[in-house]
């Protein structure tokens, strides 16, 4: 239904193009929820704003092509993409206080967001349309709050306010960017449920962008391991969970704190993520931190690979799968056909 194939986007500077997503490819089913996770400045945000043409000034997409629903784009300038934004895809930023103007009620922006692009609509339609989708998204007293400024909200009420406008005109994907990092833990889990609930009502497809692998474990269906700009491990969620391959998705499931035994120390990764203008974009991206890396991983960029079970950019995991090929080969009596092939 959704469907990204190769996106790359580059931040230019001194004449030269820096990759902050590279090779980028997944698909979304009809009502699926994706997760993208990975560390601070991994490109989660850069890979999502490129396909609704929010890219900043410096930043433009160099490859790749969206399929929604059958209907190809190549052309990701923001001109382009307008009609999209909104109807087919629509964006739930982490901080709802950028995303709502506080001079305008929240009634009056959720029923903007539909104006846009019904603009033929009566103010009566408007109103009833807006009404609905402030009950659907849990918000109290709709004819109350409808007359709100965002100032009068609380942070959960504000996202929910969001959510209703991202919804409105019940776009195919929702891409959720760290939602609930600016609220407390309880708020946290209820815009969640929310996220989950409009999912499974309304069949809309979420890409959930959190660098928290427990949440995306809690809600996600297949899972996107990003980092620095490319896709290390994917696949869905329990079998990553169950049997991560990349040794950097291995580090972050370790280091979640619910997976730490009591009295046991905190996993960490090593070091941070490469700064985008001093990448080596000529060995695997991870090479710097991990503690398996050899030279092959120093001098080469690894293929994301089918291991089976699930997809993975390493070495390592190529290896132990190959490892596995040859070890079935050898089980074969001598002899046998296997010998000719
Ligand atoms: N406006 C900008 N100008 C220059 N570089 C930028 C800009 N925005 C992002 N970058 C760089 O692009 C890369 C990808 O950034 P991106 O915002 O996509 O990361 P992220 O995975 O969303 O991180 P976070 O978890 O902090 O939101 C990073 O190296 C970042 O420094
Ligand atoms: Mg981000």
Redesign the pocket.
């Known amino acids: 239904m959704f469907e990204v194939r190769d996106l790359e986007a580059c931040?230019r500077k001194n004449g030269q193009d820096y990759p902050?997503?590279t090779g980028l490819s997944y698909k979304i089913e009809h009502g699926e929820i994706l997760g993208i996770v990975?560390?601070?400045?991994?490109?989660?945000?850069?890979?999502?704003?490129a396909l609704l043409g929010l890219l900043?000034?410096?930043?433009r997409v160099t490859n790749g092509i969206m399929r929604i629903n059958g209907e190809e784009y190549g052309d990701f300038s923001p001109e382009n993409l307008e009609d999209l934004r909104g109807d087919d895809i629509a964006m739930i930023f982490?901080e709802p206080m950028t995303a709502l103007n506080p001079l305008f009620t929240v009634g009056w922006q959720i029923g903007e967001a539909y104006e846009i692009h019904h603009p033929k609509a009566t103010k009566e339609e408007v109103r009833s349309v807006t009404y609905e989708i402030m009950r659907k998204v849990g918000l109290p007293r709709v004819e109350e709050v409808f007359f709100n400024y965002p100032h009068q909200l609380s942070g959960g009420m504000r996202q929910r306010v969001v959510i209703a406008m991202a919804l409105i005109n019940r776009p195919e994907v929702i891409i959720a960017?760290?939602p609930t990092t600016a609220l407390d833990v309880t708020i946290q889990a209820q815009i969640l449920q929310l996220l989950q609930k409009l999912n499974q009502e309304e069949g809309t497809s979420v890409i959930l962008?959190s660098?928290d692998l427990g949440i995306i474990r809690e809600i996600c269906d297949n899972v996107i391991v990003?980092y620095?700009?490319h896709v290390v491990e994917s696949g869905n969620v329990d079998t990553i969970f169950a049997d991560p391959q990349h040794p950097y998705t291995k580090g972050l499931i370790a280091s979640i704190p619910s997976m730490a035994k009591k009295g046991e120390k905190l996993h960490t990764i090593r070091g941070t993520?490469p700064?985008?203008y001093l990448r080596n974009n000529g060995q695997c991206p991870f090479a710097d931190r991990c503690d398996f890396a050899t030279d092959c991983c120093r001098n080469s960029v690894p293929d994301m690979t089918d291991i089976g079970t699930h997809h993975v950019r390493c070495f390592l995991a190529k290896a132990a799968s190959q490892d596995a090929v040859t070890e079935a080969a050898g089980v074969l009596p001598q002899g046998t056909e296997a010998d000719h092939a």
């Open positions: 931040f902050a997503v990975g560390e601070s400045g991994c490109g989660k945000s850069i890979s999502s704003l900043p000034k410096n930043c982490q960017d760290e962008i660098h990003m620095a700009g993520v700064d985008l």
